[in-house]
């Protein structure tokens, strides 16, 4: 843990965090090229969920002709699909950390347990409450504009990108999907904390201040569907099937992995495996910051921007203040 003098922390990674380097000047390409081969190579989320994207395609995703009309056959079996990856991820991330706890305390950034009650809750208790909005009507929204999607690119209505014909953009399309979850997320998050968007949508996601696994996706019907609407990027700038299926899932995905609590999972005393951000830890205990991502700067930008420092935790005290006073 870094001495930084930032109190009620179990864990912090190392302070102040840094943003991409694709945004700092002037620029450092050596830092660059690390910046990407630390979000992809190797053992990562996105490799990960690259991966599952391509097997949802190979062995669980009817055919593109198949779904130029809507059946229940279909419909359904993509509807399990994403019902198990939802179980098989968050459920293994919860027994990982908080069931079988096996890595105890290390690298958990709250030191606090998660709720076992709570009024606030509408299952009585925070696991089942967020399992409850994560797999209901969560799975419905995600399986709904796969539906969507799938329909409108099987019938001619957004462009097919194929890898003969468009190799480099559909490489590319990996890569910018996450840049623009970025931006996307962090113009989405400032809107629903506007105060009548937060008191009757965004409450529910933070009902939880510390999170687990199942936090990620807790969230207003409406809210999820503000979120995952971020893929109908694609019915402009077209689409191979994989990149539906990647693009849902990563939004899906990690909402769980990056609220584990935990900086990682760590196996023989290493970190192998980057999941839970602290930049966004931080968001669910102080409320008005971080709103944003690493990828693109946007809260260094616009002045919300914690940087894990008791400088920046003054900084944005003051800030909370004024916007309470306002």
Same mark, same amino acid.
């Given at each position: #843990? ?66 130029? =009309? ?6 359904? %079996? ?7 990856? *939802? ?5 293994? +991330? ?23 009650? $709570?009024? %606030?809750?509408? +299952? ?9 909005? @994560? ?7 995600? @399986? *709904? ?16 990108? @194929? ?7 559909? /490489?590319?399309?990996? +890569? ?10 962090? !113009?989405?998050?400032? &809107? ?16 939880? /201040? ?8 807790? #969230?207003?019907?409406?809210? %999820? #569907? ?22 849902? %899932?990563?939004?899906? &995905? ?11 999972? &760590? ?5 192998? &495996?980057?999941?839970? @951000? ?10 008005? !910051?971080?709103? $944003? ?10 002045? =919300? ?6 400088? *920046?935790?003054?900084? #944005? ?10």
């Amino acid at each position: #843990m870094s001495d930084t003098g930032l109190k009620g922390w179990n864990h912090m990674p190392e302070v102040p965090l840094k943003v991409s380097p694709f945004f700092i000047w002037p620029p450092n390409p050596v830092e660059m090229v690390k910046w990407v081969w630390n979000s992809w190579a190797l053992i990562s989320e996105k490799l990960i969920i690259l991966g599952l994207a391509w097997a949802s395609l190979i062995w669980f995703q009817p055919p593109l002709e198949e779904t130029k =009309t809507f059946a229940v056959g279909w419909i359904a %079996q993509m509807y399990l699909r994403n019902l198990v990856l *939802a179980l098989a991820v968050g459920g293994a +991330l919860h027994l990982w950390f908080y069931t079988f706890s096996a890595q105890g305390q290390a690298l958990k950034y709250d030191p606090r347990p998660l709720m076992v009650n $709570g009024k %606030q809750f509408t +299952l009585g208790g925070q696991v089942r409450d967020n399992m409850f909005w @994560t797999l209901g009507p969560g799975v419905l929204i995600w @399986t *709904a504009y796969e539906v969507i999607l799938f329909w409108a690119l099987a019938n001619g209505h957004m462009p097919l990108l @194929t890898w003969a014909a468009h190799p480099v953009w559909f /490489i590319a399309l990996f +890569l910018l999907i996450p840049v623009w979850e970025s931006f996307y997320f962090y !113009c989405i998050h400032r &809107l629903i904390h506007i105060p009548v968007l937060y008191r009757h949508i965004h409450y529910l996601h933070h009902r939880n /201040i510390n999170v687990g696994p199942w936090s990620g996706m807790s #969230m207003h019907p409406i809210e %999820q #569907m503000i979120f995952l609407g971020s893929v109908f990027i694609h019915l402009l700038i077209g689409a191979h099937p994989v990149h539906i299926l990647f693009h849902l %899932q990563y939004y899906f &995905l990690t909402a769980m992995s990056t609220h584990t609590g935990y900086q990682g999972l &760590l196996i023989k005393d290493k970190n192998r &495996l980057n999941l839970g @951000t602290f930049h966004h830890q931080m968001h669910h205990r102080y409320f008005e !910051c971080n709103y $944003g991502s690493l990828e693109i700067p946007w809260d260094k930008w616009m002045g =919300t921007f914690h940087d894990g420092t008791v400088e *920046a935790n003054d900084r #944005m005290a003051d800030r909370r203040k004024r916007i309470m006073g306002r």
